[in-house]
């Protein structure tokens, strides 16, 4: 679709529009997926399109990567094509899969869309998005005089823990004959290696905003240009390794 864009406009410089309807003769395949995410697909490309001609600084759309793209999918609740249950769920062209559920939704939520999503590792995630949670009126300006206030200075932190194990297994794949069984294998463990440092990072933020929300009514957080800073004083690694930008999204 993208690539028929971009002939499009450098015939007529006008922005086609096509959907994942006009290609499904073409390639049959495509009528076996949920007919949703196809959709889900085409507004995201046109998003991303329109965005670029909004703002070029945005960048122009790119083609998937089969190496490096995420491998997700977004899927919408449509007339009950979605079931949930304590310990499985069933979504559009699959049958009922056993899950392990993080938590209950609120009552009186409405199911939207599901993405489903596959970790390096080969571990499956669905991402329930629910609609219905009502947000406090916050325009009449609260009052501060009696409130606990909390400033949050930038600092290093600790994820440091796994990293002579990750080298150790980066090295043992060096020495591995690429596409070799041996070379898959030794690539699971970096893999999971990866994820097990990743999961321990968004654990560790999560529970830290989680206390900060509970015990203040206010928390004023330091400004800081994360690029630029780790850039310069050698903390290139620290930086990117604490995910400071993420914690300030889960505060």
């Not at 919408?76 to 249950?85: C, F, K, S």
């Amino acid at each position: 679709m993208l690539n028929d864009k971009i002939r499009e406009y450098e015939k007529t410089k006008k922005m086609l529009k096509n959907t994942p309807a006009m290609y499904k003769k073409e390639y049959p395949f495509l009528k076996e997926v949920d007919s949703l995410a196809l959709a889900n697909v085409q507004l995201h490309l046109e998003k991303a399109y329109k965005n670029f001609f909004r703002d070029p600084k945005i960048g122009f759309p790119r083609f998937k990567s089969k190496h490096h793209s995420k491998n997700s999918y977004t899927t919408n609740m449509v007339n009950g094509n979605i079931l949930v249950e304590s310990k499985r769920i069933r979504l559009p062209k699959l049958k009922w899969i056993a899950m392990k559920k993080h938590r209950e939704p609120a009552e009186g939520l409405c199911l939207k869309s599901v993405t489903v999503s596959m970790e390096p590792s080969g571990k499956y995630f669905a991402s329930l998005l629910y609609e219905g949670y009502s947000c406090e009126n916050q325009a009449a300006g609260p009052d501060y005089s009696t409130a606990k206030i909390l400033g949050i200075d930038y600092a290093m932190q600790f994820f440091r823990k796994n990293e002579k194990r990750l080298a150790s297994e980066q090295r043992k794949l060096s020495r591995c004959v690429r596409g070799s069984h041996n070379y898959e294998l030794q690539k699971k463990k970096v893999v999971r290696c990866h994820e097990k440092i990743r999961n321990q990072r968004r654990d560790h933020l999560h529970k830290l905003s989680r206390k900060i929300a509970d015990g203040y009514d206010a928390a004023a957080v330091e400004d800081i240009d994360m690029k630029a800073m780790g850039q310069c004083l050698h903390f290139g690694k620290s930086v990117q390794d604490n995910g400071y930008g993420m914690f300030r999204e889960m505060l």
